[in-house]
């Protein structure tokens, strides 16, 4: 018999399973459950986008592609980021089309990180970055934010974690998953501080176009940060694209001619079909966006209202399409009460802690699901909290 706990990796095997999946999966082997898990919008991809995609399939050979991308997407998120931010970008030199925003992350670690590195992982946080940083050798280490700064990271949190083996600052903003956004007056002590450091920055920027009431201010856009700054983006989230798999990266040359060879030996080229589907996603779905995020925006409204109704004291978010309430008043952790809440209420939510020990006290709740679906969730959540106080009034 072959012993494959001494062939597996150490580094594999200590890594804990995605806390998203693991209620995901859960939720799909049972009867009649509301998932509201999932950041996966509920809109279909625009039919400009999938028009293309046919035209390609019909008109085209399906084949290998450039590995940094090809030319005509290439050249259109450079267009998107400078109409953006103001910032441009060498589509030959300093641009990396990646399968997914996911790839674009693990790029950015794999190609700055040696073993020993710290690098700064703000909380609470999408789940991939901390074990990335681990594959690679590094030491991730959390940044806790709070609720008294509405989850935005200050120049003082971020002082008190730097050390002289700090080499990377991930910044997830606006945030999964508690919908936080760092505007153009929070970002600019952070970058006077790092101005004065090597300290590098990715900028994880995947929910951009998904923002309420403002516009979205990214850090690359300050005075000195673009060339300390790996940008990354994608088209899930915005265009629903996620099955796509398509995002990419921007950085100064210097370091895409690098962390391009992972990319050639790993993954070598990103989808030509969702390639060429894109194109059009940059150039021709503002309007599409629009229209998606005006019903984010009534989704948002609506569940702010109804948790802090419900008594579990619920932060506004002015991005993504996530809400996080606090659920300590009903004395549960966060693993507790997602669980029960799954099994007796028949409603899949992700307790706080799979974004980091932050998260405890929390769970996280996506409004990419239709507001008839979100009305009946809520009304299982009320009848769970009712049988919740019933049990305390009992005791």
């Not at 899930?236 to 398509?246: D, F, I, N, P």
């Not at 390639?275 to 409204?301: D, F």
């Not at 709740?365 to 909290?385: D, G, N, P, Q, T």
Request: charged content about 25%.
């Amino acid at each position: 018999m072959i012993d494959y706990d001494k062939i597996l990796s150490d580094k594999v095997k200590k890594m804990k399973p995605s806390g998203i999946r693991k209620f995901f999966d859960i939720a799909g082997n049972m009867n009649d459950v509301i998932s509201l898990g999932v950041g996966e919008p509920d809109f279909n991809t625009p039919w400009v986008i999938r028009k293309e995609a046919i035209k390609v399939l019909e008109r085209k050979n399906i084949i290998y592609g450039p590995n940094k991308g090809i030319v005509p997407l290439r050249n259109a998120v450079s267009s998107h980021i400078e109409k953006k931010h103001g910032v441009a970008y060498d589509s030959d030199n300093e641009l990396i089309v990646t399968v997914g925003g996911s790839e674009a992350i693990d790029l950015a670690i794999r190609g700055l990180i040696n073993p020993g590195d710290e690098v700064l992982v703000v909380e609470p946080c999408f789940v991939c970055y901390s074990p990335l940083v681990e594959l690679s050798g590094g030491i991730a280490v959390s940044v806790p934010t709070r609720i008294e700064n509405n989850f935005k990271l200050t120049v003082e949190d971020l002082k008190d974690k730097v050390t002289d083996r700090t080499k990377l600052l991930i910044l997830p903003f606006p945030n999964n998953p508690t919908g936080a956004v760092m505007t153009k007056e929070d970002l600019e002590p952070i970058a006077e501080f790092l101005r004065d450091t090597d300290i590098m920055v990715l900028s994880d920027e995947i929910y951009s176009e998904l923002t309420y009431g403002m516009k979205h201010f990214s850090i690359i856009e300050l005075e000195g940060m673009r060339e300390r700054t790996i940008y990354v983006n994608g088209f899930s989230k915005a265009y629903a694209m996620t099955g796509w798999r398509l995002g990419y990266l921007a950085a100064p040359k210097e370091i895409v001619s690098q962390i391009a060879k992972i990319h050639q030996y790993g993954i070598m080229c990103s989808p030509y079909i969702s390639q060429n589907a894109a194109v059009e996603a940059l150039t021709s779905c503002e309007k599409e966006v629009a229209k998606m995020v005006t019903e984010y925006n009534i989704r948002r409204q609506y569940l702010v209202k109804e948790f802090n109704r419900l008594g579990l004291t619920c932060f506004n978010p002015e991005g993504a399409f996530y809400v996080f309430p606090c659920i300590k008043s009903t004395g549960l952790t966060s693993d507790e009460f997602c669980e029960r809440l799954l099994y007796e209420g028949k409603v899949a939510a992700v307790p706080g802690t799979a974004f980091g020990e932050s998260g405890e006290g929390y769970m996280r709740i996506s409004y990419a699901y239709s507001l008839k679906h979100l009305m009946e969730a809520v009304s299982r959540i009320e009848a769970f909290l009712k049988k919740l106080e019933a049990e305390k009034n009992e005791g």
